[in-house]
């Protein structure tokens, strides 16, 4: 049976991280999840659960537990980049979403690097820039610059078409970055609202060491 809408809104309300834009969420993106959830439900043999009927990206805020849902950005080049696919070529993959107004986001660069340099193949590293002033999405120009001018040895993406945001955000990103995100066999193991990169980590250490 079917869970009813309060039960499923309770139980997303619970699984969101703390200090994340649970408190101040807009109902209409509960609604919304509730719909493409029940949709998916009665055409699971036929739809792609990340997809809505009009091809749109699902919205979204999966958590820890949850599979990573299927979308696409953009790199510094202006190439397409499947994230899903993407992450599924290494051990673990790593996203650290971020954006210009971010000030904790252009710090944490070089803790990255080291990361980079730590694992080297091993783990799938991406900043992907979610936002130049909140609210506007992202450039191919914002990318470069951001990549160049902090000197950053991983891939810079960017969220120009606004698939991350609404498949990982809800449709609003808000002022909840940084976020953390591990994605280990296609699930999201680790959601960490402003979380230190050396949290990320020791997390890795402990699933691929």
């Known amino acids: 049976m079917r869970p009813s809408t309060l039960a499923l809104a309770l ?22 999840n509730d719909v493409v959830e029940d949709t998916t439900d009665d055409t699971a043999d036929t739809a792609d659960p990340d997809v809505t009927g009009d091809g749109q990206v699902a919205l979204g805020t999966p958590t820890e537990g949850d599979p990573f849902p299927a ?15 993407w ?23 070089p803790a990255i690097n080291a990361m980079l340099a730590k694992y080297g193949d091993r783990v799938g590293i991406t900043q992907l820039l979610l936002e130049a002033n909140p ?3 992202p450039s191919q ?8 001018q902090l000197s950053t040895n991983y891939t810079v993406t960017y969220d120009g078409d606004r698939a991350a945001r609404d ?10 970055l940084p976020v953390q995100l591990l994605i280990w066999n296609g699930e ?14 020791s997390t890795i ?3 691929i060491n």
Not at 74 to 83: G, P, T
Not at 188 to 201: A, F, Q
């Open 167 to 176: 498949a990982m955000f809800g449709g609003a990103v808000g002022d909840t």
């Open 11 to 32: 139980a997303l309300a619970l699984a969101s991280p703390m200090a994340c834009d649970s408190t101040t969420s807009d109902p209409d993106v509960v609604t919304s």
């Open 71 to 85: 979308h696409s950005v953009k790199d510094c080049a202006n190439a397409e980049v499947e994230l899903k696919s």
């Open 141 to 148: 120009a914002l990318c470069s610059d951001w990549a160049g």
């Open 87 to 109: 992450a599924a070529g290494f051990e673990i993959a790593y996203i650290s979403y971020a954006a210009q107004w971010c000030t904790a986001c252009r710090e944490e660069v």
């Open 188 to 201: 999201i193991v680790l959601r960490s609202l402003g979380g230190s990169v050396e949290t990320v980590d």
């Open 205 to 207: 250490d402990a699933l």
């Open 135 to 137: 609210g506007d999405p």
